[in-house]
């Protein structure tokens, strides 16, 4: 048991009694706990299994290479649209922990065997995000501007794409591409 751990469960107010108990099931599993991310997280020989997070309908156990996992219970969960390797866990109350307790030992095993076995998930390229019209009508009249973004790196052009599409009206989605048209041409990403 890693202290970091244990100082993180001491401030929990929502819920503690499920972490507690998810943490029982994973500590007698052969993992290392540790706190990354500000969030418990076991891992084997250095590589991220699995982490435990809260939200405010669920806490969840998040599995980094959930995408690879056989779900032959169906438990598991994509985060959201974008979501490409993570799969969650979820739950509601401790109750449900220590019921579903051999299924969870499960599907961490297979996510140990995943990490052992080298497997990798293969991640859309940046290319194959669909460009929003607001923003491709910009590029298409302003040559600096596709050159400055084709220059950018895959990660940051990939932020840019899924901000852009985030927004559900045409009206943001222009708004979004505008206030950041000035970046793009600095060559700096979103978050830069």
Avoid at 20 to 34: D, I, T, Y
Avoid at 136 to 154: C, I, K, W
């Amino acid at each position: 048991m890693n202290p970091k751990v244990d100082a993180f469960l001491a401030r929990t107010k929502t819920w503690r009694d499920e972490f507690e108990a998810l943490r029982a099931v994973l500590g007698a599993l052969p993992l290392e706990e540790a706190l990354k991310w500000g969030r418990p997280c076991w891992t084997r020989n250095g590589k991220n299994i699995v982490l435990m997070h809260g939200f405010k309908e669920y806490c969840a156990l998040l599995f980094f290479k959930g995408a690879l996992l056989p779900d032959p219970e169906n438990m598991l969960v994509t985060l959201t649209d974008t979501a490409q390797a993570q799969r969650q866990i979820r739950f509601t109350e401790a109750a449900q922990v220590h019921v579903l307790r051999e299924t969870i030992v499960a599907y961490v095993e297979r996510a140990i065997a995943v990490e052992e076995a080298g497997l990798k998930v293969a991640f859309r390229k940046v290319e194959e995000y669909p460009i929003p019209e607001e923003f491709q009508v910009r590029l298409d009249a302003d040559s600096a501007l596709a050159e400055a973004f084709g220059g950018l790196t895959p990660g940051r052009r990939k932020a840019y794409l899924l901000h852009f599409a985030g927004a559900k009206q045409s009206a943001t989605r222009a708004a979004r591409v505008e206030k950041n048209l000035s970046r793009i041409l600095e060559g700096k990403g979103l978050l830069d």
